[in-house]
């Protein structure tokens, strides 16, 4: 059997880090809608969380995403902080005990798994070097 072919732009870095999503209105504007979750992957072409449900967003809806990196981090996935607008592409529960499952204990709700692509503009910051 043949093995995968990638079709990734870019690298994907395995990682957890805080983001934030805000909904965003046909005229780019952001409103109040906003959600803080966890990277569970990222790429200059988009990332993927988990939030606590009930999710407001769908697949297609405008977003503005932000995720900010530890500095260890940043040796995995070469940049401080990701900041863009984006289209939520996949809304879903993430199942118990399935592949990027987190421990959802708290009973405030379950995970919900979202994709966000990323418009082609996406700001990427690198570290700031200490002196």
Known sequence: MRGAIERRRFRRAE????VVIRAMDADGAAEQITVTG???NVSLAGLYCHVKGPCPFVAGQRVLSSIVFSEEQVRLFPFARVLGQGWVTRVEPVLPGGKGAGDDSSG?????????????DVTALGMLESS
């Open 38 to 40: 966890q990277a569970k």
């Open 108 to 120: 405030q709700g379950t995970l919900v798994g979202v994709t966000v692509a990323f418009a082609p």
């Open 15 to 18: 990682l957890e880090a805080p």
